[in-house]
Each structure stands twice: as C-alpha cells, then as structure tokens.
C-alpha cells in the first residue's frame, strides 16, 4: 500500500520549467485540468522569492490552458503569496502535506474531479504522497536550480527515491 502512494504517476525527470504540457493535455484517460503546484524547489530554487524566467515561462503559458494553485508547506505567506501575485494565482502555504486537508479545499475549489488535477512536485514523501492518497495524477520533477535547470547536487530527492524504491515504489530517476 505504502508502496503505491510513493509512486508518481509520472517521473519527469526535468524540471517544471522543461515539463512538456502536452503530455498532460493529451493524456490517454483524459485531460489534465487544472495544476496544483509545489513552490519550493519546484517553481523556485533554494533560498530564492524570484522566479527563473523559464518557470515564469512555463507559469504563463500553462496558465493559459488551465486553471492553477500553488500549495506550499512553507507558512510564508509573504514569500509564497509575492510567488502567487507576479501570476495573479491563488495559493495555499502551510499545507501539511503529506496531510489531506488543504489539498482536499483545493480539490473542492477547483470543481473538478481528482483524476482531471495534476499534482506537480519535487518531493514524494509530501508532494506525490499528498497526491496519490486522493487520487490526483501525481508528476515527479527535478529540483530547480537557479537558471530553471535542474539543481546537480539534490540529496533530498535522491534519499526520497532510494528509500521508496526499498518500500517497493516505481519511482524512475
């Protein structure tokens, strides 16, 4: 059981910045709807408020094709919200992921069912496992660095895959 809540519907393996929208839009079950978002090391790199232009990029244009929410454990609602206004997105910070309870409110606020949202994140035993436990399409990315490429030296990441992996996870990476 534990197993399948740590495996990503989708290993990236790139960054959002470099994450083909396509693939969302034109999956086999249906369409992606809406994104729910990860903020740190997802959309910005470690200690940074400024988004790399090519996560702004990607922001705009994804944006344009559905709707999007940034939902953060960070409790800076400062940071995250200064995030969320150079996009005019709605945003969620201290959300306690793993946790279901802020996820679930966007979910309902969304108005769309789990399977038609992605969860896009880098981490995933917060990120995918928050997704997976109600039933969004979870997507695992690389941590960002600062010019939007993914960060060379993320041990975080790469201790969450080892460890999944040895629980019995498809985790690809």
């Known amino acids: 059981m534990l197993a399948s809540l740590l495996s990503p519907d989708w290993t990236a393996g790139t960054t959002l910045a470099h994450l083909p929208l396509q693939q ?4 086999p ?3 992606i709807r809406a994104l729910v978002l990860d903020v740190d090391r997802t959309l910005l ?5 400024t988004l790399p232009p090519s996560v702004e990029q990607w922001l705009r244009h994804a944006q344009s094709l559905m709707p ?3 939902l953060s454990n960070n409790p800076s609602r400062r940071r995250i919200g200064s995030v969320a206004a150079q996009l005019g997105l709605p945003f969620t910070t201290s959300a306690g992921k ?19 949202i992605a969860l896009v994140g880098d981490r995933l035993f917060t990120d995918v496992l ?4 109600l039933g ?11 010019n939007g490429d993914p960060c060379p030296h993320d041990q975080v990441q790469s201790l969450e895959i080892r460890m999944s992996r040895w629980l019995g996870a498809l985790v690809e990476g």
Not at 24 to 27: A, K
Not at 45 to 49: C, H, N, Y
Not at 100 to 116: C, I, T, W
């Open 24 to 27: 969302l839009l034109e999956r």
């Open 29 to 31: 079950q249906g369409p």
């Open 45 to 49: 790199p470690r200690r940074s408020a």
């Open 68 to 70: 999007l929410h940034l």
């Open 98 to 116: 793993p946790r279901r309870a802020a996820l679930r409110r966007v979910v309902a606020e969304l108005g769309l069912e789990p399977d038609q």
């Open 130 to 133: 928050a997704g997976n436990r």
């Open 136 to 146: 969004l399409f979870t997507v695992l990315v690389r941590p960002i660095g600062p």
